[in-house]
Nanobody
Framework: QLQLVESGGGLVQPGGSLRLSCAASGTIFGINAMGWYRQAPGKQRELVAHITSGGSTNYADSVKGRFTISRDNAKNTMYLQMNNLKPEDTAVYYC????????????????WGQGTQVTVSS
């Protein structure tokens, strides 16, 4: 069983930065990509960014140029560096593990973290 634990959320002013972390533990067989999703109140959960085991990345248009996804395989940890945050980035951010990604499309497993709240407000 795979466990995912997010951390790093908080309250930040517009234009500020946060770095989210997702620590993975347990059985990771078949996991070839990981992704960050977010869900704002009253909205559907959306994919923000994903990264493959080979290091290929893909971003939602709304965060391109502001967010950077990365992973440290030795630590089984994935990160999301978020810069120039905007109020519309306010959401609960979730870590996910997936089977892979092809041509920018991410294939999630039903493995989720508990989520971490990001609030961007002055």
């Amino acid at each position: 069983q795979l466990q995912l634990v997010e951390s790093g959320g908080g309250l930040v002013q517009p234009g500020g930065s946060l770095r989210l972390s997702c620590a993975a533990s347990g059985t990771i067989f078949g996991i070839n990509a990981m992704g960050w999703y977010r869900q704002a109140p009253g909205k559907q959960r959306e994919l923000v960014a994903h990264i493959t085991s080979g290091g290929s990345t893909n971003y939602a248009d709304s965060v391109k140029g502001r967010f950077t996804i990365s992973r440290d395989n030795a630590k089984n940890t994935m990160y999301l560096q978020m810069n120039n945050l905007k109020p519309e980035d306010t959401a609960v951010y979730y870590c996910n593990a997936g089977s892979g990604a092809t041509s920018g499309r991410y294939y999630p497993f039903d493995y989720w973290g508990q989520g971490t709240q990001v609030t961007v407000s002055s």
